[in-house]
Structures are given as structure tokens and as C-alpha cells.
């Protein structure tokens, strides 16, 4: 448990509030691994070979290092700005996103929006949909028609670990699914 603790912990600091620990992230989201260090050991004891192996056995690949291991940064989710140097790809025909059967109400009037994230988080199968629609109480899953939405022009980008971002999705390309 503890290990999960820091790595939220961890999320926080370089997704939303690099300033918890006396940080700064630079236009890129990296944060230098010696100060990220000292200041996340302030609340959790944390060694480089720990930090090592949180970032390698994470799950969702939350994290990255650069090339020579000395700035980390989160690969998406991020809710200050920052440019995580995206290239544009184009999605499959068909993308999805799960929620929270609560929030299907507003999803269905507006679309999905980035709310106080940077981008519209999708995903490339309907099942990974599923669980992360689990988080969220009982799951809705929404077929997304990413294929037609590039072609009215509309820009997608594919994160490090897999996870598809676009700036927002009209209501007229989904597509709800339930289980």
C-alpha cells in the first residue's frame, strides 16, 4: 500500500501541484529526479532504486525519464500547462471512454470535455474502457467515432503508455454502450 501511496503521491506533485513539494516543471512537464526526490522524501522516504521501480512496474506507465534518467515527468493527465510534445497520430475508426454511470447525464448534453484535465482521455479497446469506467461507480462505456472526427479535421494524440487524447469530443461521435 504504501508504494500505491507515493505513486499518487508522485502523480499529484507532476500532474497538478509541482509547488506541494517546492518544485518546478518546465514547459515540457519534466521535473529534475534529484529534487523530486528530496521533496517527496519529506512525506514518504523514497530512493532512486524505489522510484526506479515505481516507474517501471506502474501499471497505467504514468511516468517517464528522460534519456539519461535525470528529469521525470508524467505522460498525460496533466492539469497545469504543459506541452508533453505530442505528435499528432491518426486514431483507429473507433476509440472509447469509460465513466461513471453518474456522469452519463452531463455527458450526453456537452460531449466529453477535458474538465480540469488538458486533454479528453480515450482508449483503444472497449475493455480497458470498462475498467476505467469502474473507477467511477457502475461503468458506461461510449464508442467514440475517432475515424470521422479526423476526418472533419479534428487533431488526436497517442501518450507514451497507449492512453488516445483529443481537446474535446462532440456529442454527434459517440456512441453509448452499456454492459
Excluded: C
Excluded at 475493455?127 to 457502475?138: D, F, L, M, N, P
Aim: glycine residues 8%; without cysteine; neutral net charge.
Amino acid at each position: 500500500m504504501a508504494r500505491k501511496n507515493i505513486s499518487k503521491y508522485i502523480s499529484l506533485i507532476l500532474r497538478h501541484k509541482p509547488e506541494t513539494i517546492g518544485i518546478t516543471l518546465d514547459e515540457h512537464g519534466w521535473a529534475n529526479v534529484d529534487e523530486l526526490l528530496k521533496g517527496v522524501s519529506r512525506k514518504y522516504p523514497l530512493t532512486r532504486e524505489e522510484l526506479d521501480e515505481i516507474v517501471a512496474t506502474d501499471e497505467k506507465q504514468r511516468y517517464s525519464f528522460n534519456d539519461d534518467g535525470t528529469l521525470i515527468r508524467a505522460n498525460q493527465g496533466h492539469s497545469i500547462q504543459v506541452d508533453v510534445e505530442l505528435a499528432e497520430v491518426r486514431p483507429p475508426e473507433f476509440l472509447y471512454h469509460g465513466t461513471g454511470e453518474k456522469y452519463v447525464p452531463s455527458i450526453d448534453r456537452q460531449g466529453l470535455i477535458p474538465k480540469t484535465r488538458l486533454y479528453v482521455h480515450l482508449s483503444g479497446d472497449y475493455e480497458t474502457a470498462v475498467k476505467v469506467g469502474s473507477r467511477h461507480g457502475k461503468p458506461v462505456v461510449y464508442r467514440i467515432l475517432a475515424g470521422k472526427m479526423a476526418d472533419a479535421g479534428i487533431t488526436f494524440y497517442r501518450s507514451v503508455n497507449g492512453v488516445w487524447l483529443t481537446k474535446r469530443v462532440p456529442r454527434e461521435y459517440m456512441e453509448k454502450e452499456w454492459d
